[in-house]
């Protein structure tokens, strides 16, 4: 279910909010909130992420190599790589 959010665009639904918008987490530091604001939209998005307990979902980047930045989120100790900046 995490996965398709993730691959869904915002507004991809007509009439509904459903989607992630992955270019906003990539192009922003995550000390503007925008971590937080991504991991409230999962939670109401997708009813069963909303329903884990506080600190089962965490959102952060990962260095790699000099000029490479991954995205990723732990549910739960279950490991999805959002995407990759360079």
């Known amino acids: ?27 922003n530091p995550f000390g503007t909130g925008i971590a937080d604001a991504a991991i409230a939209k999962l939670r109401h998005d997708v009813p069963l992420a909303g329903a884990s307990g506080a600190g089962q979902i ?20 279950q490991v999805l790589n959002l995407g990759s900046a360079q």
């Not at 279910?1 to 192009?27: F, K, R, T």
């Not at 959102?59 to 739960?76: C, F, K, M, S, T």
């Open 58 to 77: 965490n959102l952060y980047a990962q260095e790699r190599g000099p000029d490479r930045l991954d995205i990723v989120i732990n549910i739960a100790g």
């Open 1 to 27: 279910m995490v996965q398709h959010w993730i691959a869904s665009p915002p507004n991809a639904y007509l009439g509904d909010g459903y989607g992630c918008n992955l270019a906003e987490l990539l192009q």
